[in-house]
């Protein structure tokens, strides 16, 4: 399952921000020192963090994640690791078997909300940490999460970074440079929208229980659970030590479906009000033309590099864009929301 890829929520007048440089030191402050001295005394009976990974048809994918995982235990932060299947063709218990300490559990109603709420029910942890099965941790990525979210610190729950993993580390593809620059806006999302990606995202267990389960599959689970928990005053934070890598689509067909569920999302907003679909149509308009606005964007970015990358990135998004304006015309005229919710990575 790929972590969400957000438009601005409810606008489709930009990108958002660059992800700012990965910082490689952490200092947490006083308080947070002493609850998480206070962690490990309590850490040789209870697990730390309870790791919840939704599945569902991706067992070479997951067997990678979990040996990223796997590579971070450490007596001082036990954590459990919960797979969450969501009806595979293939069960992963095989791959699940091969690593200690890892938990398989099924979830039969479709999408990556139901399966997470189903290993939040049954985690033992204090802290929630959730992770896509495409996903690669990165060193330091529990480590990160406990120290930010132990006892004393002001935060409720976190979003870490999202980085694209090549498939040819020294030779982007067009979709990887697009993908590098403008998917996957970690910092953005929680600084000025207030929800984290759930292909890396925190969360105390009692607020999680407090704020509610996320959403079914005709949701943006992740956006919708995130602005409902700000909205009730609990407080978010962005988390550059904890990064995840994840690759990119690999066909434009892929890309395509994966905005054709956020433009549904975006349409059940709008309505079929003659006002609303006016404002929709004229959105599509500056949507075709907005290719030409993120040139600085690309030119600045340090994500990429080289003229080569930057003109596939500019190549890619001109074409994603020019997609993107066709399907909201597309929407305006006959309403297909239903469809294109429901094809979901199945």
């Given at each position: ?6 438009p601005?929520p409810h ?8 992800i700012m440089p990965?910082r490689?030191?952490?200092?947490p402050h ?6 998480f ?7 040789s009976i209870?697990?730390?963090v309870?790791?919840?990974?939704p ?9 990678r994640c979990l040996a990223?995982?796997?590579a ?7 954590f459990e690791i919960i ?7 293939v069960?992963?218990a095989?791959?699940?078997?091969g ?5 398989l559990?099924n979830e039969?109603?479709?999408?990556p909300?139901?399966a997470r709420n ?17 996903c690669?941790?990165?060193?330091g990525?529990v ?6 979210l132990?006892?004393?610190?002001d ?5 870490g970074d999202i980085?694209?993993l ?5 030779r ?7 993908e590098s620059?403008?998917?996957?806006r970690?910092?953005t999302?929680v600084?000025?929208?207030?929800f984290a990606?759930?292909?890396?995202m925190a969360?105390r267990?009692?607020v999680?229980?407090a ?5 079914g ?11 409902r928990?700000s ?5 978010i934070?962005y988390?550059?030590?904890?990064r995840?890598?994840?690759p990119?689509?690999?066909s ?5 479906r994966r905005?054709?569920?956020h ?12 006002a609303a679909?006016?404002?929709w149509?004229?959105?599509?308009a500056v ?8 040139v600085?964007?690309?030119m600045?970015?340090?994500?990429v590099?080289g003229?080569r990358e930057?003109?596939l990135a ?16 597309g929407?305006a005229v006959?309403d297909d ?7 979901w990575?199945?």
């Amino acid at each position: 399952m790929r972590p969400c890829v957000h438009p601005r929520p409810h606008a489709f007048f930009g990108s958002g921000s660059e992800i700012m440089p990965f910082r490689t030191n952490l200092v947490p402050h006083t308080d947070e020192c002493r609850g998480f001295a206070r962690l490990q005394m309590a850490s040789s009976i209870f697990p730390l963090v309870s790791v919840i990974i939704p599945h569902l048809n991706e067992p070479e994918d997951l067997r990678r994640c979990l040996a990223a995982l796997s590579a971070q235990r450490s007596p001082d932060i036990p954590f459990e690791i919960i797979v969450v299947d969501n009806g595979s063709r293939v069960s992963p218990a095989d791959v699940c078997g091969g690593f200690p300490g890892v938990r398989l559990e099924n979830e039969p109603v479709p999408g990556p909300g139901p399966a997470r709420n189903r290993g939040a029910a049954v985690a033992t942890a204090e802290i929630l940490a959730f992770i896509d099965a495409d996903c690669v941790a990165c060193p330091g990525w529990v480590r990160a999460i406990v120290q930010r979210l132990a006892p004393g610190s002001d935060i409720d729950f976190a979003g870490g970074d999202i980085r694209i993993l090549p498939a040819s580390p020294d030779r982007f593809t067009a979709i990887e440079a697009y993908e590098s620059i403008f998917s996957y806006r970690a910092q953005t999302y929680v600084e000025r929208y207030g929800f984290a990606a759930t292909g890396n995202m925190a969360v105390r267990a009692s607020v999680f229980r407090a704020v509610g389960p996320f959403g079914g599959i005709s949701t943006m689970e992740d956006t919708e659970w995130g602005q409902r928990a700000s909205a009730r005053g609990y407080r978010i934070a962005y988390l550059p030590e904890a990064r995840v890598l994840t690759p990119s689509c690999t066909s434009f067909g892929e890309l395509r479906r994966r905005w054709d569920r956020h433009i549904a999302h975006e349409f059940r907003h709008v309505g079929r009000r003659p006002a609303a679909l006016l404002k929709w149509l004229a959105a599509s308009a500056v949507m075709a033309a907005s290719p030409l606005g993120e040139v600085p964007k690309i030119m600045r970015s340090d994500r990429v590099s080289g003229w080569r990358e930057r003109g596939l990135a500019l190549a890619c998004l001109t074409r994603v864009r020019l997609y993107r304006a066709w399907r909201m015309l597309g929407l305006a005229v006959r309403d297909d929301t239903a469809a294109m919710v429901g094809a979901w990575n199945r």
